[in-house]
């Protein structure tokens, strides 16, 4: 399994972005997509969760209203739409999937850098 991020940047506060996942190596359809983000000195975070098929959608209090997390099943990417970005979004943020049975993530992406300036 091999899932792809990118799409990070610097960006002024208020701004916006969009993160990409690129999933690729089996098949999802069971799957579960997360996002996560780590920033310096802090323990890592649930951002935003989509499921592979489904439109169900769950997201952390912090990003409610300013992130949207979607998807694009024939490119087998899942987006990560962030608008009205706060300076404490700044984290390296992280693509990740489970099976739709589980609460383990199982594969990770690379990671991608998001810099809000204020």
């Known amino acids: 399994v091999q899932l792809q991020a990118s799409g990070g940047g610097l960006v002024q506060a208020g701004g916006s972005l969009r993160l990409s996942c690129a999933a690729s190596?089996?098949?999802?359809?069971?799957?579960?997509m997360g996002w996560f983000r780590q920033a310096p000195g802090k323990e890592r975070e649930f951002v935003a969760a989509?499921?592979?098929?489904?439109?169900?959608?769950y997201y952390a209090d912090s990003v409610k209203g300013r992130f949207t997390i979607s998807k694009d099943n024939t490119k087998n990417t899942r987006y990560l739409q962030m608008n009205s970005l706060k300076p404490e979004d700044t984290a390296v943020y992280y693509c990740?999937?489970?099976?739709?049975?589980?609460?383990?993530?199982?594969?990770w992406g690379q990671g991608t850098q998001v810099t809000v300036s204020s």
């Open positions: 989509i499921f592979w098929l489904a439109s169900t959608t």
């Open positions: 190596g089996r098949t999802f359809s069971s799957y579960v």
């Open positions: 990740s999937v489970r099976k739709s049975t589980s609460s383990d993530y199982d594969y």
